[in-house]
């Protein structure tokens, strides 16, 4: 059975080294040279120096089925061998998105900012899974965990699909985000 | 600050005592003699003999603006004095539940089931607190705990409003539902 819990470690060990950490917008997260993705519970520990984040996945809050269908047809998996780069994206959403309705935020997330449809023209180069932290516990330091793998080539192609979601009027609502770039190294 | 995380625990101590756990579907919970609510994490431990079941309020899911601005003129807080009766009923939802999309859920929800609505019309004497498990970890028995309280004479009007949401469509996602009743003994 396929885990939905996972733990990021940033520390000194791990196959992902750390090419920058870039704090956008709230407090930083300690520069560490190297990442751990850790799959399933208990395994993990915080490192000395560095931090522990984590994650579970979940459903899909917002995506219709229209757009779930199109989703599947075009979203590759993790783990495809020319994807030797990946980003840890960590953000937080202020109070006054939490306390919308699901309404207003699915008109915010999708009517406004269009946040799957630009995720979608970058399939299939982009490959991302996310992890929800807000229901884990009452003090996670972030609200959602991404984690991206894409091959060098598309680098750029994903720094524009951020700077469109950055520019969207659903990042008005994020107070804390961190951007951390990896290249695997086995 | 108020918490959002809460254990309910079922043994020998609390100040609700149990008079009934009947359960509705799947696998059973341990008869107990007393439950005891605790707000807050780290601060309750599994009984010898009993269970420990927790959950973290969240954000609403279905709910719209315009419901939203009824329930919040409709409904009472927790611990009203002449509420001396209570319900803690966990649920699990099934894989197919959980494969639907955001509009496929809520149209089951309150399309066809009314969940909100039904809710609607039995405030302000049920009050409840909707508690989330599912992504606290991979491992919790149950998707949701809800916490009820009613006085003595609304526990006919709680019984019919649970016959009505039990006969819904939603509740054929249901594969384990347990009802426990319960009275104050402060």
Redesign the interface.
């Known amino acids: 059975m396929s885990?939905?819990?996972f733990q990021f470690v940033g520390g000194d060990t791990g196959v992902w080294r750390v090419v920058k950490t870039h704090t956008l917008i709230g407090e930083p997260l300690l520069d560490v040279a190297r990442l751990d993705v850790v799959a399933g519970?208990d395994n993990a520990s915080q490192p000395d120096s560095g931090w522990l984040l984590r994650g579970?996945t979940?459903?899909?809050?917002?995506?219709?089925?229209a757009?779930?269908n199109t989703l599947v047809e075009k979203q590759q998996g993790l783990g495809r061998p020319e994807a030797t780069c990946a980003a840890l994206i960590p953000i937080r959403k202020n109070a006054a998105w939490?306390?919308?309705?699901?309404?207003?935020r699915?008109h915010i997330f999708e009517g406004q900012s269009q946040h799957i449809q630009i995720g979608l023209d970058y399939l299939p180069a982009i490959a991302r899974r996310l992890h929800?932290c807000?229901?884990?516990?009452?003090?996670e330091p972030f609200d959602f965990l991404t984690w991206f793998e894409f091959a060098p080539t598309d680098e750029e192609a994903f720094n524009q699909m951020l700077m469109q979601l950055r520019a969207s009027e659903e990042w008005q609502y994020i107070d804390r985000e961190v951007d951390i770039r990896l290249v695997r190294e086995a």
């Open positions: 885990t939905r819990f519970q579970i979940s459903n899909e809050r917002y995506v219709e089925r757009e779930k939490w306390a919308l309705t699901q309404d207003e699915r929800h807000r229901d884990i516990s009452e003090n």
